[in-house]
């Protein structure tokens, strides 16, 4: 009978791991062990190179947002069109100026713009998808119509310009190359045509103080030029889209404070203080003297022809309120209604009428 610390020793030695066994083992499997890594290699590099070609775009979208195209029309009046992006003379002087060697027809075919945009797109889809649940309540049912119908305008205002690129023989790359400089190429070249120019009188030359020219002809001449300034953004102010557009980090309702700032703190000061010297000014310049003395008459004319107007205002307004008070019984409210009385309301509401326009 085997002793305890034999039995030890025996249980030792067969938890042993003989590694020269396990290396020689290794060897004799290594056909198999390099058979299992290059299959496991190979099936990886299949599978990215089957997600790679899967991965690869083959059209192009870019999209452009036009307000005026939900009228159908330029700012200056012509008919617009999606094709117009597309034109002939458009794609060629963009495939001249990127140098592409393609010709015209195959380039302009794998061409196509359509009103759309991607997020209007997904709105729809929801919608329709709304619309198209027949268990839905009536109002809920109108209310989607409404919005889709709505969305639906909204999406004329936005284009997308598509690029075949196999049909087009380009790359990712340089389609979208191709489509930037078509876009902006048909914008340059509306520009150029006037379709884009609006008619809006403006001051062209900017505003310089001339040498010669005294106090009051300085104040004159910028408060003609700001109005004129003034004018301009009002009619910019009528275009849709145009409080979008930042120029010089500033908007249109920006300048149009920064006018009116100019006005209150610049030109106001200066007209007080430019009248406030017209005597002396006067007296240096007879041509000044002249003018302000003309001036002066007209607004004492202007002021005599006020006063004579509220007098017979005044006058006008105590007869009709005698008219109306005037009430002792109701039989002679009646007479007075029927006779003579109505014809001095009738001339007193037309002098009234008279000298409100």
Same mark, same amino acid.
């Given at each position: 009978?085997?002793?305890?610390? &034999? ?8 938890? &042993?791991?003989?590694?020269? &066994? ?32 899967? #991965? ?13 195209? %939900? ?9 617009? #069109? ?13 495939? %001249? ?47 989607? %119509? ?43 070249? #509306? ?22 020219? #005294? ?14 300034l003034k004018s301009a953004s009002s009619q910019l102010a009528s275009y849709d889209g145009v409080n979008t557009i930042i120029v010089n980090g500033k908007t249109l309702e920006d300048m ?102």
């Open positions: 009978m085997k002793s305890a610390s &034999e039995l030890n020793n025996t249980a030792h030695s067969s938890d &042993e791991i003989n590694l020269s &066994e396990l290396v020689l083992n290794l060897w004799r499997q290594r056909g198999l062990i390099v058979g299992v890594t290059l299959a496991i290699l190979l099936v990886a590099l299949i599978f990215h190179a089957y997600k790679a070609t899967f #991965s690869v775009p083959t059209k192009v979208n870019y999209g452009v947002s036009l307000t005026f195209a %939900e009228k159908g029309t330029y700012p200056n009046g012509s008919i617009f #069109s999606p094709n117009d992006l597309v034109a002939n003379q458009v794609v060629k002087n963009t495939l %001249e100026k990127l140098a592409i060697k393609k010709p015209v027809e195959v380039i302009k075919s794998a061409l196509s713009v359509n009103y759309s945009n991607s997020l209007l797109q997904q709105g729809e889809k929801k919608l329709a998808g709304i619309l198209a649940d027949t268990k839905n309540p009536t109002d809920v049912t109108l209310a989607t %119509e409404n919005a889709l119908n709505n969305l639906r305008n909204r999406s004329k205002g936005f284009l997308t310009v598509s690029l075949d690129l196999q049909q087009a023989g380009l790359g990712v790359e340089p389609g979208r190359n191709l489509v930037v400089e078509l876009v902006e190429n048909w914008a340059n070249t #509306s520009i150029e045509k006037g379709l884009t120019t609006t008619d809006i009188s403006r001051p062209f030359d900017e505003f310089k103080v001339k040498s010669n020219s #005294s106090l009051i002809d300085s104040f004159e001449d910028a408060t003609s030029y700001l109005k004129g149009r404070r920064s006018l009116a700032s100019t006005e209150n703190t610049d030109l106001t000061p200066l007209r007080a203080y430019a009248y406030a010297n017209s005597v002396l000014l006067g007296n240096d310049n007879p041509a000044i003297k002249i003018r302000l003395d003309s001036r002066e008459r007209l607004l004492k004319l202007e002021h005599r022809r006020l006063t004579q107007q509220l007098v017979v205002h005044n006058k006008i307004l105590d007869d009709l309120t005698k008219q109306t008070l005037n009430k002792d019984t109701i039989g002679k409210t009646s007479m007075r209604m029927s006779g003579s009385s109505p014809k001095c309301a009738v001339n007193s509401l037309r002098s009234l009428t008279f000298l409100a326009c």
